[in-house]
């Protein structure tokens, strides 16, 4: 696997399922974001990690709860979704040290939530 | 705040003729610039970057930026499209702590044969 990998690529829930989104980069980055896409608006970044810790959290709801247990890997665990959370969740990474603010994409999971 | 602009939000043209994207920045200090291309169902490719120096950058695929800082304008061209180049554009600067991207809201880009 090379660069940015996430999955599943397309998930349908329900409104009171539980699941969770993965990435995985392999990279060698230091830094990990998820951002949210929806139609017609522009890119929400969601969370940022650095070196496993988070220092950016949007204004998030709760139902959405992210864990880095280490630089390499990010998870996204939903529960109790809505259906405006219907989207394309995308995860990036990033090593400042090899160009600032540098940041590569995953191919995103498109969430579907009914 | 920092913000970005791109003013279209969609364009048409025909394969073989000539591209330019327009993108505007808000941002007080000197920027990082981006420009990535999203095709249907995937995530984000970085097609070029503005940190400093030379303001026309080469990207791939074909893509140039340049960086004017007078007009606040760090707007993507190429020469001759691709009907491979249909996709959505967005440019972004780089702004604040812990590396944060702001995006534009993008520009869909449609060849036409």
């Known amino acids: 696997e090379t660069g940015v990998t996430q999955t599943p690529r397309h998930l349908v829930m329900g409104m009171t399922n539980k699941k969770s989104l993965k990435c995985e980069q392999h990279l060698g980055h230091n830094a990990m974001y998820w951002y949210k896409q929806s139609a017609k608006k522009p890119l929400e970044l969601m969370f940022v990690?650095?070196?496993?810790?988070?220092?950016e959290n949007n204004s998030v709801p709760s139902r959405f709860s992210p864990e880095c247990p280490n630089s390499s890997h990010l998870f996204l665990h939903l529960h109790t979704l809505q259906p405006e959370d219907s989207a394309l969740y995308l995860c990036?990474?990033?090593?400042?040290?090899?160009?600032?603010?540098?940041?590569?994409f995953g191919p995103g999971t498109r969430l579907t939530v009914t | 705040a920092q913000s970005v602009t791109q003013p279209d939000i969609h364009i048409t043209v025909s394969e073989g003729a000539s591209l330019e994207l327009r993108c505007n920045y808000s941002y007080g200090a000197t920027p990082y610039l981006f420009w990535y291309v999203q095709s249907p169902g995937q995530g984000l490719q970085l097609l070029l970057k503005y940190f400093s120096g030379d303001t026309l950058v080469q990207g791939i695929k074909g893509f140039e930026a340049e960086f004017k800082r007078s007009q606040s304008s760090f707007n993507l061209r190429k020469p001759s499209v691709h009907w491979s180049d249909a996709a959505e554009y967005f440019c972004?600067?780089?702004?604040?702590?812990?590396?944060?991207?702001?995006f534009g809201a993008g520009t869909r880009l449609a060849v036409h044969p």
């Open positions: 990036a990474s990033s090593q400042e040290q090899q160009g600032p603010y540098e940041q590569y």
């Open positions: 990690y650095n070196f496993k810790e988070q220092t």
């Open positions: 972004a600067v780089g702004a604040g702590g812990y590396n944060k991207l702001i």
